[in-house]
């Protein structure tokens, strides 16, 4: 606990902003569960291996339903002691004293939110952050399961919008284009993506056109996909310009109604030596799409 003037920052405040994590977390745990479930509809149960898999995934599933309910609740306790009384405590003197009590406090910070440390500036950046780990996580399982509809290839274009910027930036427009192929579980793409203040004064633009590959899990009615690729990135800061070769990383799901429209939602970053950025954009689906 900490005094500044007059404001007093308690522990059961503390326990109430950190209830983010655990929340987290079971967002991610469930989203888990539901791509275990999703992928037991592609099982033909009349095969004695794919009965044995099923029931395999239907306990998985189960249990990490289980560890999301229970995340959750707990985040739902954490947020609920913000009101809690400060008592007396003796944790400075304890900290001096005990490294591993420093230690620990160390780690703390350095994975605390990076609202608590620098301020609402970063608020932004933080949350593209946690949905970009969040997608990526989810896009590397989907890769990992088999699914149905893999031989069917797939043509489309996608173009959206959403947010992004880089990290400790404020959060700007981000328009995104791409020509997509899919063939099996290979997932090619042209994409190009733009991230710029429309109503800023001098924060210069982000913006990057390349070349993608990875793989993707095609479903009857959607796909997830996640692929990395080479891009020719433009970095505008201020009167700074830097024309460089930036890694983009993608982790996207689509959901088709028809064969021809659907409709996503795509985590990105392009990694590179000058300013790395990234965002989410929901976007369209326009093509031949079986």
């Known amino acids: 606990m900490t005094r500044t003037g007059e404001q007093v920052a308690t522990c059961g405040a503390g326990l109430a902003e950190n209830s983010a994590l655990p929340a987290r977390l079971s967002e991610l745990i469930a989203a888990l569960a539901e791509v275990l479930e999703a992928h037991r509809q592609a099982l033909d149960l009349e095969d004695e291996n794919s009965r044995r898999e099923d029931e395999a995934y239907r306990e998985l599933a189960e249990q990490q339903r289980g560890t999301a309910a229970a995340l959750r609740a707990t ?6 002691h913000a009101g809690l ?7 400075e003197e304890r900290a001096r004293a005990v490294p591993e009590v420093r230690d620990a406090r160390a780690g703390a910070l350095d994975t605390a939110p990076e609202t608590t440390r620098a301020g ?21 399982l989907l890769l990992a399961l088999p699914a149905a509809a893999q031989d069917r290839a797939r ?30 579980a ?29 793989r993707v899990a095609k ?72």
Do not use: C
């Open 186 to 214: 290979n997932h090619f793409a042209l994409r190009g993506v733009t991230i710029t203040d429309p109503y800023g004064e001098g924060s210069g633009s982000l913006t990057d056109v390349g070349l993608l590959y990875g």
């Open 120 to 140: 609402p500036r970063a608020a932004a950046a933080d949350g593209r952050s946690r949905s970009l780990r969040s997608a990526l996580a989810v896009g590397l």
């Open 219 to 290: 479903g009857r009615q959607g796909h997830g996909a996640i692929a990395a690729g080479v891009a020719y990135t433009v970095v505008s800061i201020g009167d700074t310009e830097a024309r460089i070769l930036g890694a983009p990383v993608v982790a996207e799901a689509g959901f088709r109604p028809t064969r021809v429209l659907g409709i996503g939602v795509q985590a990105f970053a392009n990694l590179n030596r000058q300013r790395v950025f990234g965002g989410v954009v929901v976007f369209l689906q326009l093509g031949w799409m079986p």
């Open 85 to 91: 009384p400060m008592g007396r405590h003796r944790m």
């Open 155 to 184: 043509t489309w274009i996608g173009a959206g919008a959403g947010t992004g910027g880089a990290k400790r930036s404020n959060e700007a427009l981000a328009l995104m284009g791409q020509l997509v192929h899919q063939r099996g």
């Open 75 to 80: 985040a739902e306790r954490m947020a609920g």
